[in-house]
C-alpha cells in the first residue's frame, strides 16, 4: 500500500512538471505577445500624434488661406469703391493715386 502510494506521488509529481513546463511556455508566450502589442501601441500612439499634427497644421494652413482671401476680397472692394469715386468725380483722380490709396 506505501509502495502504491508513492508510486501515485512520483506519477503526480510527474504529471505536474508537464504542466509546470507548459504554464511557463505559456507565460513567456504571453509576455512575448504582450511586448508585440505594446510596440504596436507605441506605434499608433505616434501615428496620432503625428495626424493630430497635420491636423493642427492643416487648420492653420486653412485659417491662413482665408485670412489672405478676405484680403483680397477687402482690396477688391476697396479697388472698385475708388475707381468708382474716381469715374464718378469726372476723372479728376488718377487710377494711380487709386492704386497708392489702396496700398496705404
Do not use: P
Not at 507565460?27 to 511586448?35: H, I, M, R, S, T
Not at 492653420?60 to 482671401?69: G, K
Amino acid at each position: 500500500m506505501i509502495d502504491q502510494k508513492l508510486k501515485d506521488y512520483e506519477d503526480l509529481r510527474e504529471d505536474m512538471r508537464g504542466k509546470e513546463h507548459e504554464v511557463k511556455n505559456l507565460l513567456e508566450k504571453g509576455k512575448a505577445e504582450q511586448q508585440t502589442a505594446d510596440q504596436l501601441l507605441a506605434r499608433a500612439d505616434a501615428a496620432k500624434a503625428l495626424a493630430e499634427e497635420a491636423a493642427k497644421k492643416g487648420r492653420s494652413t486653412l485659417q491662413e488661406a482665408n485670412d489672405i482671401l478676405n484680403n483680397l476680397k477687402d482690396s477688391y472692394l476697396a479697388f472698385n469703391t475708388m475707381q468708382f469715386c474716381t469715374l464718378r468725380s469726372g476723372g479728376k483722380k488718377l487710377l494711380s493715386d487709386t492704386l497708392v490709396l489702396l496700398i496705404i
